[in-house]
């Protein structure tokens, strides 16, 4: 942890940024200017927009959507700029990794591991763009024939967060585009760098102007002033089951636009007696610190089987204070820095109401002093009650909560136990046992004897309160689709009035 080794320096001054509407670049916006969370130096300054900048850009991506100079494109043309598009990244793979780690504070080779995976988000897109279709129906009787189109929603608002920057962008983006709509992107005000780089790279791409538009600002001004646009179509969305609910009154209150809505999790990882443990307990210590828990899939809650909970939890303390956290910008660092104040006193705050309510810490729980930057020892706390904050609260950070069950229901019964339902995890041997758990708890996504594992064919999304819709994959592609029935008759017509 003292030992750091920068192989990439940090900039001389801050990188001034503009937006980006139908195919250039603006600015004379005041600037909000990001500090590196990894080590509190200014790093880009970045615009904030106007509700009028948003409103131009919504206009934009109108135009470029009637225009059909997008969507009027074959499936092989959309795909042929999303492939260009993976093909730039590549090149800028580095580059791109580098300001996601001076905004973020996440480590060097995590990013760069992410923008693998957005650049296969871009390829597998690009096979979806000429694969997409409808449905026919030659059953309507011999008159009548049935067609089932998809056609794209239109202009689609985009709102991230800035716990993955790129990786959630890229997640979306490329599937928006291959549907044939156009975008309005707004990033998070305080990871707005890499956002902006991938309008760069979709112009040299060849992406007409005006498909993809960058407008950035904070999400009380721009965010809500798109969730309540009446030109917006769809609004994705991505952050906090607060801000979401808000998404959706907006949206009822407006135009009743379409929502995309990926919120909050606290999900399971549930580990019976008959996993292998060695490779279970890795995975919880990885799925709980990985990008500092900051992540919407993060395995917060441990749901032991009693029996071997005691020799479980202390391996697992003991692999926790293994992870070599420190500078964001060293390659051996495995988790860096927490990415806004705000974020650390919350995780801050849950840890000591976790102590206040009667947990046993385990191990971490503290702050660590590196660099100018913020840091949390990852935290386990044991004994913890199902009514407790830190058992029912998203706590977006690496603090995890163990519970011990006895039988199969129980372990379901507490994995269930939540308003959220995004991710959850099994760890057995016994087929039965992974397969009666993975149909019977309600998550999007389920990992059997492994965590976080996936690629961009898989579809993503939320049950109950963790949100609407799937992104990614095929799946991904049809959500920004919406079907059309057209009915051709054929021969003479039965006349009505004889
Ligand atoms: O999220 P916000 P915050 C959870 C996590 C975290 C908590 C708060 O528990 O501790 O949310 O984080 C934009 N209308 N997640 O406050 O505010 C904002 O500009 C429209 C889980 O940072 O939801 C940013 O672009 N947009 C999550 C985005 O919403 C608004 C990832 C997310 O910020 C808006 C992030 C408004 N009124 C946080 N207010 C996940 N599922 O991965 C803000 N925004």
Redesign the pocket.
């Known amino acids: 942890m003292d030992k750091i080794t920068k192989t990439a320096a940090l900039p001389e001054s801050a990188r001034e940024f503009g937006f980006y509407v139908d195919g250039a670049w603006r600015g004379g916006r005041p600037l909000f200017e990001r500090l590196s969370p990894g080590h509190g130096v200014p790093v880009t300054l970045i615009p904030k927009c106007t509700v009028e900048d948003l409103n131009e850009a919504v206009a934009a991506a109108r135009r470029a959507f009637e225009d059909r100079s997008w969507a009027g494109l074959s499936g092989a043309d959309r795909a042929g700029v999303l492939l260009r598009a993976a093909a730039i990244l590549r090149e800028r793979r580095d580059e791109i990794a580098y300001w996601e780690v001076l905004e973020n504070g996440k480590p060097i080779a995590q990013a760069r591991g992410e923008i693998e995976h957005c650049i296969a988000c871009f390829e597998m897109a690009a096979g979806v763009a000429r694969t997409l279709h409808g449905d026919s129906y030659n059953s309507l009787g011999d008159n009548l024939f049935g067609l089932v189109l998809r056609e794209p929603v239109g202009v689609v608002g985009l709102?991230?967060?800035?716990?993955f920057p790129f990786l959630l962008l890229c997640e979306r983006v490329p599937f928006i585009l291959a549907s044939g709509c156009t975008i309005v992107a707004?990033?998070?005000?305080v990871t707005s760098a890499t956002t902006l780089i991938l309008a760069e790279v979709l112009e040299q791409a060849g992406l007409p102007a005006g498909v993809y538009n960058v407008v950035t600002g904070?999400?009380?001004v721009i965010?809500?002033a798109?969730?309540e646009h009446p030109d917006i179509d769809m609004l994705s969305?991505?952050?906090?089951t607060a801000?979401g609910r808000?998404?959706v009154h907006a949206a009822a209150d407006s135009n009743f636009k379409k929502l995309g809505l990926?919120?909050?999790?606290k999900n399971p990882f549930i580990v019976f007696a008959d996993a292998n443990i060695d490779d279970a307990v890795d995975a919880v210590a990885f799925g709980i610190s990985f990008n500092t828990g900051q992540c919407?899939v993060s395995s917060s809650r441990l749901i032991v089987e009693r029996s071997i909970a005691a020799e479980f939890e202390q391996k697992l303390a003991e692999k926790m204070t293994r992870i070599r956290i420190g500078d964001p910008l060293d390659e051996e660092t495995q988790v860096g820095a927490i990415t806004t104040d705000a974020?650390n006193d919350?995780i801050l705050g849950f840890i000591a109401k976790g102590r206040e309510e009667g947990a046993t810490l385990v191990t971490g729980g503290t702050t660590l002093e590196i660099g100018g930057g913020r840091y949390i020892a990852p935290t386990l706390f044991s004994g913890v009650g199902r009514d407790m904050e830190i058992a029912r609260e998203?706590i977006?950070g690496p603090v995890l909560s163990s519970f011990h069950f006895d039988t199969i229901e129980e372990a379901i019964e507490i994995a269930n136990d939540t308003i959220y339902g995004l991710a959850a995890s099994v760890w057995s041997q016994n087929i039965e046992t992974a397969l009666t758990v993975s149909r019977r708890v309600r998550a999007g996504r389920f990992w059997v004897n492994t965590i976080m594992a996936g690629g961009p064919e898989m579809p993503l999304g939320g049950f109950k309160q963790s949100g609407w819709g799937r992104e990614a994959g095929v799946y991904g592609v049809e959500e920004y689709t919406q079907i059309k029935s057209v009915h051709i008759e054929f021969g003479n017509r039965a006349h009505w009035i004889k």
């Open positions: 709102i991230t967060p800035w716990n707004k990033p998070s005000e904070s999400g009380r965010g809500q798109m969730a969305f991505t952050g906090s801000v808000s998404c990926e919120l909050g999790g919407c974020q919350t998203e977006f």
